[in-house]
């Protein structure tokens, strides 16, 4: 029987490593700030203003919108919150000497990404309503997905895991 360890090691290895290397980027000031500021602002900032400024722009009309925002975000931080406290992995900077936290935690645990999920719940969820906003939202969802690692906060699987529930949250709102 073949041994499964070998193939998951070198998965965490990869994992590691691949953490390490975007941690490095957060050396330069510039992108460390960049980052820090996509970070700050994927707390919930930039997406309340969003639902605002869509109720703003369109009033009753944008209700559907928020509303459905609103429940998939909700759902997403449940779901999170029931996941983190299951699995309990500690932050890469509590693990790796070699990986330095940057940034601000919410909470010591970092499986899954919740910054990455909710970006991409609240993402998929306002382009099925106002399409013209991807040049906006995709970006800004790869910044806050990207600086979850670089800041030292996540592994890059905790952001892959995070992605991945949040489009299956967004895709399973839409059959509601």
Known sequence: MANLSSPLQ???QFDVSLCVSCNRLSR???LRNLFRFASRLGDGVFWYVLMISFLLQDGYDALPAVLHMLGAGLTGALLYKLIKGKTLRPRPFNVYPAIKCVGKTLDQFSFPSGHTLHSVVFTLVALAYYPGLFW???PFTGMVALSRPILGLHYPSDVLAGAALGALI???SFLF
């Open 28 to 30: 330069s000031f510039t």
């Open 10 to 12: 070198q998965i965490k």
């Open 136 to 138: 906006l939202l995709v």
């Open 170 to 172: 967004a895709w399973v």
